[in-house]
């Protein structure tokens, strides 16, 4: 089970490491795996639900229906990307009211103005930094419960350079972020500097596969200075290079045979989504 409130853990070492998830079957397994925070992650959705780039095509409810239903199988502290909110500070209000009510733990917004990018594509537009203070304070404002955190993401490093992107992370966290995200440094050195110009706020580092910034172990993240690092899109990636070599195998001989080894059994899966006890707990209402 996963530490009363995601605020309490991270408080302490070791650092909080979240896998990205995009559904019920990728968080359940997850949590199996021993994980107890998971990032819900607005570009694993697109890319599976839509079969799309992470260029906000994803809208808010499509993300609260994907939060309702891993919150309604697994446990775990949720932390979910809701991009720019959906809009101004009153979609802020809503996305937060509702994110909340479909179980988040935490909700993490983002500077970006329209058309908004994955925060390692080139293009991206910010919105001034006041409006997003603004936005951060009507999603402080609407949480009905202080351990849902609001997390502030920059992603002013590409747009506007590092020191700038310090400077609104400094005025996120005067209007009273939980969280601070610095999206894309570019080296280890500029992640250090991140921790040092921050204290006094957990900060959360982001490790994409390919992406700007380089891929750093948890341990030396935390060493570092960061409370928490997530692995977005892994999963997603994954599960892709996966999926074309079955598809192929497939392809090529007409049956699943060759792939057999690299897949659960019929018993496997069954115990992996928990089967056996959902049939135990049905003839408990069973009619004598």
Known sequence: MAEATLRAR???NPIVVAPGVYDAFTALTATQAGFETLYVSGAAIAYTKLGRPDIGLVSMSEVADTVTLIRDRVGAHLIVDADTG??????VVRTVRIFERAGAT?????????????GHLDGKALIPADEMVGKLKAALDTRTSADTLIIARTDAVAVEGFERA?????LY?????????VEAPKSRDDLARITEALPGVPLMANMVEGG?????????????????????GGIVRALGFLAAEYYGSLASNGTTDPFRNRMLG?????????????????KRYESK
Do not use: H, S, W
């Open 212 to 232: 700007r910034t380089p891929i750093l172990p948890a341990a030396e993240l935390e060493a570092i200075g960061f409370a928490l690092v997530i692995f977005p």
């Open 173 to 181: 966290q005067e209007a009273g972020a939980d969280m601070l995200f």
């Open 10 to 12: 991270l408080t302490r």
């Open 86 to 91: 959906y809009g101004n500070a009153l979609n």
């Open 106 to 118: 935490g909700i993490q917004l983002e500077d970006q103005d329209f058309p908004k990018r994955c």
């Open 166 to 170: 310090i400077e609104r992370a400094v």
């Open 266 to 282: 019929f018993e496997e899966i069954n115990r992996v989504v928990g089967t056996p006890e959902m049939i135990a707990l049905g």
